[in-house]
Structures are given as structure tokens and as C-alpha cells.
């Protein structure tokens, strides 16, 4: 069934909704500042699987731990210090977004704020000792790495909002003329804005270290990144997060209006923290992640269209959606389905609706089941997107194949659920065609 939406005032209102979210500040800077870092990530993935998969299998001892420090110094130049390298993104695209003219300077504030609010001690057990000691004039991986992304973020989104408002005071740029490099010129307008911001920042990290015995960092990531995350990359809370974001194709309105802008951050944090755990050899403590939801719940791109493309081949007796099929399998198999999505089509095919967020839910349902009783492993390894189906199962948990075969069961349950709505989808073109 083919309904006209175009005309719908609810989808008219809705689409508007949809685009003020999705183009909202906060929303599109946290996209580009996670979009950006992405390549670090998936760096940081590749390492990890080698050092704990690969050279496991050729190496041990002495020179297995010898050839995995490249690994290890990958993972301490990504993800050890992702708080570090996030906070500045976040100032810069969100100085760029607010249209600011010095987003370089945001970005360079955010990290100084980041850093000045870290605490001044920490707890650390020496090499070879039993006890853990208090140490200062340190960064701790702990605070700078994937415990300290979300104080990053709002630290960073914080700081700029402010920077961007004071700098805008006329009384408070210092204006050196046309005669200086630009660099200088710019670095002398918003030097009294960051002092200010910087000097702020201080004071209240020094009431928190001296007065509460306390800083920022940890309670962003105790009351606000560990609530937030729980409750948003928990099963139920992804699953309909995600499902929304599908629903917004049916529309018209891309999917990362909500995904990106929403959970996959969320999800990001727990895919980092799952590589530092596999890294270090310690319990993975995510089931859900950047990699898993993908995984088994994006085979083929959004809706699992993979499954959509191999039902149309196996029953499908309409020519356009043959063709349609023929030329969006290749992509496909990379998870590039905006072919399928327009083509089809998905968008405003209430036909499709169904089966395009009813099969990505269930793959993340029984993925999520399958791990928690040790059917197969945890995602730890951050693939990238365009990752061929069965193979990002393989490399997502580090080479199990008990993953390939539960993605394979879930491709073929997809298979046949989206069988009864493309013979659906043809006798409605049948009768569009009379």
C-alpha cells in the first residue's frame, strides 16, 4: 500500500520537527566533532584486534608482549586520550557552528578548560607495588581517555557558548590594527574573553577540590554520562531510539537526525571503553555498542535492506523492483542503501514500513540476548561502517565465528520477513501500473 504523504499536514509538521532537530547546534556539533574523530577509532579497532587477536595466535611470551607495544601505543594515542581529543572538537565545531570567526581558539580554550578542571591528585599503584598511592602533577588515562569523553563534550560546549558570548563584548577585544599577522591580530581580540573563561574554570575547581573534594570530571561522568548511557545504549532504550531513527526514512528525513546525533555518541563511549577493556584484558562491561547495533542492525545500511534486496530476488516478479535490486546489491554489500531507500522505494512506502524497523529491532534483540548468555562475544573492535555483512561480524568480535553464524540466522530471518511485504509491495505496483 502506497500512500501519498506528501500532502499530510502531520508529515509536513513532522518533517519541519525533524530538520529544526537534526540541524539543531548542540545536536550537529556533537555529530561532526564524533564524525571527525571516527578514523582514530577505528584505528584504535584495527590495533586491538591485532595485538590481542592476531599475534595471540603467532606470539607468545617475552616477544608477543614486545610486538604488542605498537598496539598499545596506538590505544594511548586514541582512546587513552579520547576526553583530551573530543573537548577541543566539540569548541571548534561548536564556535564554527554559532559562526564565530576564531573557532581555532575555541578549540585550543576547551582543551586548556578540560584540563584545568581535571583534579590536581589521583590514586595510582606503582609498578610491582600492591597499593595504590596518591601522586599529583599528572593526567591520568582514567580522566583524559573514555571515562572523561562526556566532560569533554560538555566541558568543551560550555566553555565555547561563553567564549563566544563575552568575545562578543566590544569593551573586551583588544584591537591591534591591520599592521599584524592575522594570527596575532586574532590572538590579541579574544585574549581578555579567555582569560576570563580560564580564570573562572579555575576558581570553581578550586572550590571543588578544596571544599567538596571533588572536580567536575567526576561528577559529569557519575550524575549526567553514566545515567544518560545506561538508560539510552540499554537494550530497550536503543531499540527504540533506533527504531525512531528508522521511522524518520519512511519520511523522507535521514536517520541521523536521531542516530548520529543522539545515540551513536553514547554508543561511541561504550565501544571505547569495550576496545581499553580487551586491550587491558579485563571483562568487557558493554554488550551494546558503535559496532554491535551496526552489526545486527544495519546489514546492508539502514532497515537490514541487504535482506529486503535478497527477498526481492528470491519472489519478487515485478521488473522495476528486480532492477532496482540488481543495481543497489553492490552498494549494498558495503551498507551504502540510498538506492534502495529512494529507488524502491522505502521513503513514504507504508508497504516497507513494517519490515524496515521491524528486522533491524529484532537483530539487535537477539544479538543482545545471544552475548548476554556467552553465545557469542562482545563487540570489541570498532569496524568500519561499510564493512561487508558476515565479515564485520568476524571482525567486530575480535574472530568469532559463532558471531558470523548468528548474523547469518539473522539475515535470513530478515529474509523471510521482508518476503511477505515485497509480494505486498508488487500487487500494489501491479495496480498502480493498471
Not at 43 to 68: C, E, K, P, R, Y
Not at 152 to 178: H, M, P, Q, R, Y
Not at 260 to 277: D, K, V, Y
Request: hydrophobic residues 55%; neutral net charge.
Amino acid at each position: 500500500m502506497k500512500i501519498d504523504f506528501e500532502n499530510s499536514k502531520f508529515v509536513e509538521k513532522f518533517t519541519m520537527l525533524a530538520g529544526r532537530l537534526g540541524n539543531q547546534v548542540h545536536l550537529k556539533t556533537l555529530r561532526d566533532a564524533f564524525a571527525t574523530i571516527m578514523p582514530l577509532y577505528i584505528l584504535a579497532g584495527i590495533a586491538v584486534l591485532i595485538n590481542n587477536t592476531v599475534l595471540g595466535w603467532l606470539f607468545d611470551g617475552a616477544t608477543l608482549s614486545s610486538l604488542q607495544y605498537w598496539g598499545n601505543a596506538i590505544v594511548n594515542g586514541t582512546l587513552n586520550i579520547s576526553g583530551l581529543l573530543i573537548a577541543p572538537l566539540a569548541g571548534y565545531y561548536m564556535a564554527q557552528n554559532r559562526g564565530f570567526d576564531n573557532p581555532l581558539a575555541a578549540a585550543i580554550l576547551s582543551m586548556a578548560t578540560l584540563v584545568v578542571m581535571m583534579p590536581a591528585t589521583i590514586l595510582s599503584t606503582p609498578i610491582g607495588a600492591d597499593a595504590a598511592v596518591e601522586i599529583g602533577s599528572v593526567l591520568s588515562f582514567s580522566n583524559i581517555g573514555t571515562g572523561g569523553m562526556f566532560a569533554g563534550v560538555i566541558i568543551g560546549l560550555l566553555a565555547t557558548e561563553l567564549f563566544v558570548k563575552i568575545s562578543s563584548i566590544e569593551k573586551l577585544k583588544i584591537n591591534l590594527g591591520d599592521q599584524v599577522p592575522p594570527a596575532v591580530g586574532k590572538s590579541f581580540n579574544v585574549l581578555i574573553p579567555i582569560i576570563i573563561i580560564v580564570s573562572v574554570f579555575a576558581i570553581i575547581s578550586a572550590v571543588l577540590f578544596n571544599v567538596f573534594d571533588t572536580n567536575l570530571v567526576s561528577m559529569i561522568t557519575s550524575f549526567i554520562q553514566e545515567p544518560l548511557r545506561l538508560v539510552t545504549t540499554g537494550l530497550w532504550g536503543c531499540v527504540i531510539l533506533y527504531t525512531l531513527g528508522n521511522l524518520l526514512w519512511i519520511f523522507g528525513i535521514h536517520q541521523s537526525v536521531i542516530y548520529s546525533s543522539i545515540l551513536e555518541p553514547l554508543l561511541i563511549i561504550n565501544m571505547t571503553q569495550n576496545m581499553a577493556a580487551y586491550a587491558a584484558g579485563e571483562a568487557i562491561p558493554n554488550i551494546i555498542n558503535v559496532a554491535m547495533v551496526p552489526t545486527f542492525g544495519m546489514m546492508g545500511g539502514s532497515g537490514s535492506t541487504i535482506c529486503l534486496l535478497i527477498a526481492t530476488f528470491l519472489i519478487s516478479k515485478n521488473a522495476a523492483s528486480k532492477s532496482i535490486s540488481k543495481m543497489s546489491l553492490g552498494p549494498g554489500l558495503f551498507n551504502i542503501n540510498e538506492p534502495v531507500l529512494f529507488g524502491y522505494p522505502i521513503v513514504y512506502n507504508i508497504a516497507m514500513a513494517i519490515p524496515f524497523v521491524l528486522v533491524p529491532a529484532l537483530g539487535i534483540i537477539i544479538s543482545y540476548v545471544a552475548t548476554s548468555l556467552g553465545w557469542i562475544s562482545y563487540c570489541v573492535v570498532q569496524v568500519p561502517w561499510t564493512t561487508p555483512p558476515l565479515l564485520s561480524a568476524y571482525l567486530a568480535t575480535a574472530g568469532d565465528f559463532r558471531a558470523v553464524i548468528l548474523q547469518a540466522i539473522i539475515l535470513v530471518l530478515g529474509v523471510l520477513i521482508y518476503m511477505p511485504f515485497v509480494k505486498i509491495n508488487d500487487n500494489v505496483m501491479s495496480k498502480d501500473a493498471e
